[in-house]
């Protein structure tokens, strides 16, 4: 009984949902498709409530955190989730509460992302900077000449100088750039590929114990 | 004070919480990270549920056949949230394995249409180098040798007889090298369109609060004067 | 079930630890040493294997139960269960009839056969006259031993072997371990000869008794011939000549022998000379690991290797802290230098106006500007909205020219996204490009966060009309804007909003799925510039806009008047990646001139 709910069924299902969904994607003949549709909106509903499952786990996490040394941070972080659920759940809900999620949004949420974002700036500046302090070898260089060319033909800098960096950052976007970017496109799609497949025969099985 | 100042003024200091990072890691951008993550998952959350019920509370309120398509997912998702308790998180694995069977095919079936077959088709389409002539042409073919050498720059398998390995490293071992070079031009470009995007932003927020102390001060000049 | 003491999930029996926990389970059972089953804790014998699972000397004779008496292992028996039959007990019987006390001796005496066959005019001996007169007077023993072949499968009636027919006598077998090892009945050499007694041998089947009870049969020539001596007697007993063939085997006088050990349990209790019950058998020992066989040489050197890495003293790394302290004044100084001057060359343009830079440029923006251009009025439009606060500062700069230029061309927008966040920021960009708010039901249906990625866009593809708009609340049926719109398949074109190169990705490659023929155009981040340009190349996006640079370039298109924010924009940024470039370029004269650090 144990070994069914563990192993057995769970496999059963994500091989069997899995086959169904690709089964309607090469066939799309009505019966199948309309299966293929319903299973991918119950995936959309439990993927939302895994959403609230990893809520629920950083709170149960930080509740523990709290009683130790340093603990004030996640007290300060469990605080402002619950501040920001209750006023967001409030302005979705009742219309003439709506201002106060605006007024979260716009003057607690932006300003935190959008700077954190903007540091990567800072940190990307620095490791360009640092660039030949660890490695120096032909790969190294010609990451560094591509970092330049990009970063001057970005500017618009005045003639000729400027249009000589812009049509060259161009050829280097649309030509060697483009080349190794596709590589890595087509290598990706290859290995979300074959992971799929492993997941559809079972040989991966991350769902079960 | 109205609620638009208060937020200039809280947006203001959370900023300059999080630019303090340029001083080092301190207890004030901790402060701002624990913040950060409080206020998206907190925000995240209320607006996964509120979709959830969108979803699902109209379903469940109209006839039969469309309640029950609506109460299954509701039900799988209500096992899911089981996974949070050690004792009976194998009731999870049902949901769980609904997730990551219908996520594993609609990945696949994307990634085969949408991107390797496309892309396969474009590394070796003459007519689009010819477009523009033989520059056209010329960068056609290093755009396909890049291509091919950037996938064979992952090849790490060899053959075992000596002699077929000297042929593998002579032809697909130099080609990927060749490709590894053109990954690294494709990584630089990345870096510094990367590092273009976060400037945007970064200067974005610097002018937010050189804005907001010029507006906090012309508020004080004017409650002063 | 085996529940954990520790955390209380139930586990399955015989384990050794909590699935769960990993916390040691206490032992509820008995463990088989030879197939390693679990088996209740009053068992014997295993139930798997039927091996011993303690030892016998430890189990005191009345514990036993010996419910199901299985042979010992290796030793080939009969597997049918045995029982004793009524023809053995009956011979049993008549064989304790006989004096108990009257020793046999051993069977290599009696195996004494005559040089020479004897003459079939001999008379019968006198041994066996006297047999005769002494065996009805023997009184029965007060127990009943064990028949001495009880267990051995008897020939049907009528079918006796020749070596059955000619034993004629088998003494009683005695119960105590220290008797005598009993005689092996007589081997009669005498084939054939039946007995002139009345008295049917123990080891006869019944029915034989009437034939052998009958007149004399021929007596062979060797046997009538009388031995020139009287033999010595044993019990009453003569012993026979011993052949020729069978001297060498005699065992020597004058040579102790060995007393085999008496088997005291089961159904061959009394027999001597059986296979010993060693170790393995009476007490089951613990299965030995089978050891593997010689590791190869490159195994045998990395093992050498790790023990010459595990016994070399341990070297404690100079102090952290020592080495920590300069690393941290570079790290910090370089750190602080770096800040200071990209801050300076974001605020620089603020104070003074540098013409340093000329208007910008971007081939992609123009192309898409045109496409847009060509757009029919009314045209449904599905924009995926995927991004949110962290990238408004950039996006909203590239994604509000394309809007607004949707705008004017009186698309009606249908806004969709996978961030959560991304509802939010399409409603205060909207809300800025919107020139008449009134507008906004009839121009624009924003249809919410999509959970789930990938899953979650092919389901939106599939069904926009089943979906509910996020300000007010509504169906998006019961929309006006939404009338002949219910999946992307009534839609005039798809425009991607993306910062993040999976979002892009994903949108992409499921459009390709569910609706290939649809237009596709994307407003993108700086950040994701490259990975759209291959999807660019292939047709699979007929039109792009990319970062401020891309966005300023299509504001100048438009028109619009926001034309001074870009610039102000694009000259901080301009300063900051002048300063960067020269930042990269310095640091790396820095470490080729001054060498690598390690």
Not at chain 2, 116 to 143: C, D, F, K, M, Y
Not at chain 3, 335 to 341: A, Q
Request: with cysteine.
């Amino acid at each position: 009984m144990d070994r069914l709910v563990k192993r057995i069924l769970p496999t059963s299902i994500a091989v069997g949902t899995g086959l169904l969904v690709l089964l309607g994607y090469l066939l799309p003949v009505p019966p199948l498709a309309s299966v293929r549709d319903e299973l991918i909106r119950w995936a959309v509903i439990i993927a939302a409530f895994a959403f609230i499952l990893g809520f629920f786990n950083l709170l149960r996490v930080h509740s523990g955190r709290a009683r130790k040394p340093g603990g004030i941070y996640s007290v300060i972080l469990i605080l402002t989730a619950m501040t920001s659920l209750v006023l967001t759940l409030a302005a979705l809900l009742i219309p003439s509460l709506r201002f106060l999620g605006d007024w979260w949004f716009r003057y607690v949420l932006s300003p935190l992302q959008a700077t954190v974002a903007g540091l990567i700036a800072f940190v990307l500046a620095v490791a360009a900077f640092r660039l030949l302090r660890h490695r120096r070898e032909a790969g190294v260089l010609v990451f560094l000449v591509a970092a330049l060319v990009v970063l001057l033909g970005t500017l618009p800098l005045p003639a000729p100088a400027g249009n000589w960096l812009a049509n060259l950052r161009t050829w280097w976007m649309n030509v060697p750039a483009m080349a190794g970017m596709r590589g890595l496109l087509i290598g990706v799609g290859l290995g979300v590929l074959l992971v799929g497949l492993r997941v559809l025969t079972g040989s991966d099985r991350p769902y079960s114990d | 004070m109205t609620a638009d100042l208060i937020g200039l003024i809280a947006g203001t200091l959370l900023t300059l919480l999080v630019l303090s990072y340029i001083l080092g890691d301190n207890p004030l951008y901790r402060l701002a990270l624990h913040l950060l993550v409080g206020a998206t998952v907190g925000y995240g959350v209320a607006v996964t549920t509120v979709t959830v019920l969108q979803t699902v509370l109209p379903a469940l309120q109209s006839d039969s056949p469309d309640r029950v398509r609506a109460l299954i997912p509701l039900v799988l998702g209500i096992l899911l949230l089981f996974k949070g308790f050690p004792r009976w998180s194998a009731w999870g694995n049902f949901s769980t394995a609904l997730l990551v069977g219908v996520g594993a095919a609609v990945a696949m079936g994307g990634a085969l249409v949408g991107t390797i077959i496309p892309q396969t088709a474009a590394v070796g389409s003459l007519n689009v180098w010819l477009r523009e002539g033989s520059a056209g042409l010329i960068n056609g073919l290093i755009v396909m040798i890049g291509t091919i050498g950037a996938l064979l720059a992952f090849a790490f398998a060899v053959p075992r007889q000596p002699a077929l390995r000297r042929l593998w490293n002579g032809s697909v071992g130099v080609l990927g090298q060749i490709g590894r070079l053109f990954l690294l031009a494709a990584l630089g470009a990345a870096f510094g369109t990367a590092l273009t995007a976060s400037l945007t932003v970064l200067v974005g927020r610097v002018y937010a609060v050189v804005t907001g102390i010029q507006q906090l001060l012309t508020l004080i000049g004017m409650s002063s004067g | 079930m085996i529940y954990c003491p520790k955390c209380g999930t139930a586990n399955r029996q015989g384990s050794k630890f909590c699935n769960e926990c990993g916390a040691p389970l206490p032992a509820t059972g008995l463990r088989c040493p030879m197939c390693g089953a679990m088996n209740p804790a009053g068992n014997l014998y295993c139930d798997r294997c039927s091996a011993r699972l303690i030892p016998a000397e430890r189990v005191p004779p009345e514990e036993e139960k010996p419910e199901r008496p299985s042979p010992p292992k290796g030793i080939s028996l009969p597997s049918v269960p045995l029982g004793e039959e009524e023809w053995l007990s009956e011979l049993r019987a008549e064989a304790l009839d006989l004096a108990p006390e009257e020793e046999a001796p051993g069977w290599p005496g009696e195996l004494e056969a005559p040089g020479e066959p004897p003459t079939p005019e001999a008379a019968i001996p006198e041994w066996l006259a006297e047999l005769e007169e002494t065996v009805p007077e023997a009184p029965p023993p007060a127990e009943k031993p064990t028949p001495p072949l009880a267990g051995i499968p008897v020939p049907p009636s009528g079918e006796i072997p020749e070596w059955l027919r000619d034993v004629e006598f088998a003494p009683p077998i005695q119960e105590e371990p220290s008797a005598q090892p009993p005689p092996v009945a007589e081997v009669d050499v005498h084939a054939g000869m039946p007995s002139a007694s009345t008295t049917v041998p123990p080891i006869l089947i019944e029915g034989e008794e009437e034939i052998l009870s009958t007149a004399p049969a021929e007596i062979p020539d060797w046997l009538k011939e009388a031995p020139a001596e009287a033999p010595p007697e044993y019990g009453g007993l003569v012993p026979a000549e011993i052949p020729e063939w069978l001297r060498p085997l005699q065992p020597r006088e004058g040579v102790a022998v060995e007393e085999e050990p008496t088997e005291t349990e089961g159904f061959l209790s009394g027999l001597r000379g059986l296979l010993p019950i060693g170790k393995g058998l009476d007490m089951p020992a613990t299965a030995q690991p089978l050891l593997p066989r010689a590791p190869r040489p490159a195994a045998v050197a990395r093992a050498e290797l790790l023990q010459g890495l595990l016994s070399r003293p341990l070297i404690t790394p100079p102090t952290a802290e020592i080495r920590e302290a300069p690393r941290q004044s570079g790290w910090v100084l370089t750190r602080f230098l770096v800040g200071v001057i990209l801050l300076a060359a974001i605020l620089l343009p603020m104070l003074v106006r540098l013409p340093l830079f000329g208007p910008p440029t971007a081939p992609t923006a123009e192309a898409l500007f045109a496409t847009v251009n060509h757009l029919p009025g009314n045209t449904p439009v599905l924009i995926a909205w995927e991004y949110g606060p962290a990238e408004s500062d950039e996006m909203d700069r590239v994604a509000g020219p394309l809007i607004e230029h949707l705008l004017r061309r009186e698309a009606r927008l249908i806004v969709v996204s996978t961030r959560m966040e991304g509802p939010a920021a399409a409603e205060a960009l909207l809300a800025s490009r919107l020139v008449d708010p009134s507008e906004r039901s009839r121009r624009i249906a924003n249809l919410g966060y999509l959970p789930g990625q990938a899953a979650g866009v092919r389901e939106a593809l599939g069904n926009l009309g089943g979906r509910t708009e996020a300000m007010t609340g509504l169906p998006a049926s019961q929309l006006d804007i939404m009338a002949d719109v219910h999946s992307i398949a009534d839609v005039g074109m798809v425009v991607i909003l993306a910062a993040q190169p999976d979002d892009l990705k994903t949108w992409l490659e499921q459009i390709s799925v569910a609706n290939p023929n649809v237009p596709v155009v994307a407003g993108v981040s700086a950040r994701i510039e490259l990975i759209s340009t291959p999807y660019l190349a292939a047709g699979q996006l007929r039109g792009m806009v990319a970062g401020l640079t891309g966005g300023a370039v299509y504001e100048r298109q438009l028109d619009t008047g926001w034309g001074r924010e870009y610039e102000y924009y694009l000259t901080s940024i301009g300063m900051a990646q002048l300063a960067i470039a020269a930042l990269t370029v310095i640091g790396a004269l820095i470490f080729l001139v001054g060498g690598r650090k390690r």
